[in-house]
C-alpha cells in the first residue's frame, strides 16, 4: 500500500511563508523513494488541477511552472522519504489544496501521469 501524507498548510498574509511537507509511506517507498519523481500540483476551487513543481529521481533536476518560478522551491530527503515545497512571496492567487503525488517515471507535468497521490493540504493567502 502505498500513502502520501502532506502537512504544513494554513493561512497566511500575502507575502508570507509557508512549507509543505509530504512524508511517503508503504511497502513501495521502503524499497527505494529514491527511484521516484515526486511533484506538487494544486487546485483552487472550480478550477482544474495545476502542476506547480516537480523533482527527478535523484533530486538533481527540479522543475516550476511559471506562475511560482523563482517563488517556491521544491526539494526531497530520499533519506526521510520526504518531499518539501518552499513558498515564499505568496500571493492571494496561490490560495488552493495543494497535494503531493509521485510516478515511477521521469518528470512529467500532467497530473494524469501521477500513479500516486496525497489527500491535500490547504494552502489560504490573504491579500
Known amino acids: 500500500q502505498v500513502q502520501l501524507v502532506e502537512s504544513g498548510g494554513g493561512l497566511v498574509q500575502a507575502g508570507g511563508s509557508l512549507r509543505l511537507s509530504c512524508v511517503a509511506s508503504?511497502?513501495?517507498?521502503?524499497?527505494?523513494?529514491?527511484?521516484?519523481?515526486m511533484g506538487w500540483f494544486r487546485q483552487a476551487p472550480g478550477k482544474e488541477r495545476e502542476f506547480v513543481a516537480a523533482i527527478a529521481r535523484s533530486g538533481g533536476s527540479a522543475y516550476y511552472a511559471d506562475s511560482v518560478k523563482g517563488r517556491f522551491t521544491i526539494s526531497r530527503d530520499n533519506a526521510k522519504n520526504t518531499l518539501y515545497l518552499q513558498m515564499n512571496s505568496l500571493k492571494p492567487e496561490d490560495t488552493a489544496v495543494y497535494y503531493c503525488?509521485?510516478?515511477?517515471?521521469?518528470?512529467?507535468?500532467?497530473?494524469?501521469?501521477?500513479?500516486?497521490w496525497g489527500q491535500g493540504t490547504q494552502v489560504t493567502v490573504s491579500s
Open positions: 503525488a509521485t510516478r515511477g517515471g521521469g518528470v512529467e507535468v500532467a497530473a494524469h501521469k501521477y500513479n500516486y
Open positions: 508503504g511497502r513501495t517507498f521502503s524499497i527505494a523513494f529514491s527511484i521516484y519523481t
